[in-house]
Each structure stands twice: as C-alpha cells, then as structure tokens.
C-alpha cells in the first residue's frame, strides 16, 4: 500500500482509480443467504465487500462491508475475540482470506499505529534516531514532525524514558511520516488516563481536520469512544451494528467521571444489536438466550 499518489476524494473515486483484490469465493460457514454484494463505494480510500476468514472451523469474519472515505473517523469496537485485529489486518492487505474482495485506491499509503510497541530497555534509542528509521529527514523536519503531534521536547529523549502518552504521540509521528492517506490506529489509549485519552483524540480531531486523513480506529471500549468519531463499528465477526456517537453531555453519569472540559473529547454508542451471541461467538437464532436455551 505504500506509494506516492495523492488522496482519490469524491470526485475522483473513478473504478481505474482503484486496485481490487479477491479473495476465495463467497462461500461462507455460518449458512445464512447473504444476497449479493454490494459494489465498492469508489469515493472511499479503502471499500471491502464480503470479508469472510475461516481459521479451521472457527468463522473468524463473516461477510464484513466495511468504507473509510478521506477525511472520515471510523471507530471499529467488539468485545475480545470478534476479530477486530484479524479485520484491520485483512483491511491492510496482510491477512489471507477465505472469501471476499478489497478495492483501495491507488497509490493508497497507511500510517499505522499498533496496539502494542514493546521497547527492549538495554537498547539505548533517541526518539529522533526512531524516527529516522526508514526515513531520511533532517532534524528540522523531525522537530515539525514532533510539533503537529505536541512532543517538541521530547526529540533527544531516550524512548524508554517517555510515558506512555508521550510514546503514543510518538508512535503517532512515526506514522506521519511517509504523508499517509489513511491512519489506522489500533487501540491508541490504551495503558493511559482519561485526560490523556482525551488529549490524544482531540490530537486525532486535530490531525484528520489539518490533513484531511481518513482515520481507522480500533478501541477496546464497547460504549465510551471518541466524540469526533463519524461513524462507530461494533464488531463480532459481522458488523453487529453502527451508527453516531452520542454526546457525553447527555448522560450525567459520565459527566460525573470524565468532569465537563475532559468530557467534551468523548461520545457514548448505544448499541441496537436485533441478534445475540452464543460464547463461542457464534450468532443465536432469534429468541435464544446466551446459553443456548429459548426465553
């Protein structure tokens, strides 16, 4: 997905435009009539249509249609074990499918922030030499760099003596780096505080407005996420359901632990599920309980 071409906005979302990628039939393991597929959305960065993983006899992913459009923050939340890394994966062209297909446009790049960056602590590494990896950038530009994502200061420091906010930002940085056109960030907040949390999704905000990036961000949170999200995914192996964040203002609970400034970074998603989940993960006929018995 690396490459040199600009953002395909809207106008420019011609089918030449972009790269398509098929993967098995459309055969699926769960036995439901899936009809036919939509076509790609040929104004988004990244269009999938029918994303479907087998791994042995587990469905891992069954049918997912998922569109990241520029300029667009799409939060992708599902409980532990839905396949949210094993989709954003897929969605970076790294996973082997079963079935299904992914149009990107061309000349796509990815910045990509991953859930968990571990540092060897007897590896002396300043934050520019990190930064330098891969790319050849003067320390002019590292210090612009560093600046946009808020951590000017920190360009001389050892990475290991960085908090976890601060390494987040740097992460953050690294992926900016090659100009991307599409953010993904794989749980960016986790390991940090509220207002930490807070801060970094108005650097999020920040970043999509000044650049114009499509963002794809993964949360462990099933119900608190970022406000300035357009469009929430819950996740458990199909799309369970998605919609628009509420505003943290209009429920007092949350008020109450986030304060009034710190709150303003979150929304609350109210999920509106039609279907349960047995615990192997697996979809419920109508009327069943978790435990596979009728009500």
């Not at 988004?44 to 459009?69: E, F, K, P, W």
């Not at 960085?162 to 986790?190: F, K, N």
């Not at 905000?205 to 961000?217: F, K, Q, S, Y």
């Amino acid at each position: 997905m690396n490459g040199a071409s600009p953002h395909a906005g809207p106008a420019e979302g011609r089918a030449d435009d972009h790269h398509h990628h098929h993967a098995g039939d459309d055969a699926c393991g769960c036995g439901h009539d899936h009809g036919p597929a939509k076509p790609f959305d040929k104004a988004a960065l990244i269009s999938a249509r029918g994303l479907t993983l087998m791994r042995g006899n587990r469905l891992v992913l069954d049918h997912v249609d998922v569109d990241i459009h520029p300029a667009e923050i799409v939060t992708l939340i599902g409980p532990n074990g839905s396949g949210k890394t094993s989709l954003v994966r897929a969605l970076l062209g790294l996973q082997e499918l079963t079935g299904g297909q992914l149009s990107t446009v061309e000349g796509l790049k990815v910045g990509y922030v991953p859930q968990r960056f571990d540092i060897d602590r007897t590896l002396p590494m300043t934050v520019s030499r990190f930064l330098s990896l891969g790319h050849k950038k003067s320390r002019e530009n590292l210090l612009s760099l560093l600046a946009e994502v808020g951590a000017g200061r920190c360009i001389d420091q050892q990475l290991v003596e960085l908090s976890g906010g601060e390494l987040q930002r740097i992460l953050l940085a690294r992926a900016l780096a090659a100009d991307p056109d599409l953010l993904v960030l794989d749980e960016p907040v986790r390991g940090v505080d509220y207002n930490g949390e807070a801060d970094l999704y108005a650097l999020i905000g920040d970043l999509r407005a000044r650049r114009g990036i499509g963002v794809l961000l993964v949360s462990h949170d099933l119900h608190v996420v970022m406000a300035q999200s357009d469009r929430v995914l819950c996740l458990n192996r199909h799309i369970c359901c998605s919609g628009v964040p509420d505003m943290v203002a209009q429920h007092p609970e949350y008020m109450r632990l986030f304060g009034p400034e710190t709150a303003r970074a979150f929304g609350v998603y109210r999920h509106h599920h039609d279907h349960a989940h047995g615990l192997d993960g697996r979809e419920l006929p109508a009327g069943t309980h978790r435990d596979g018995g009728s009500p």
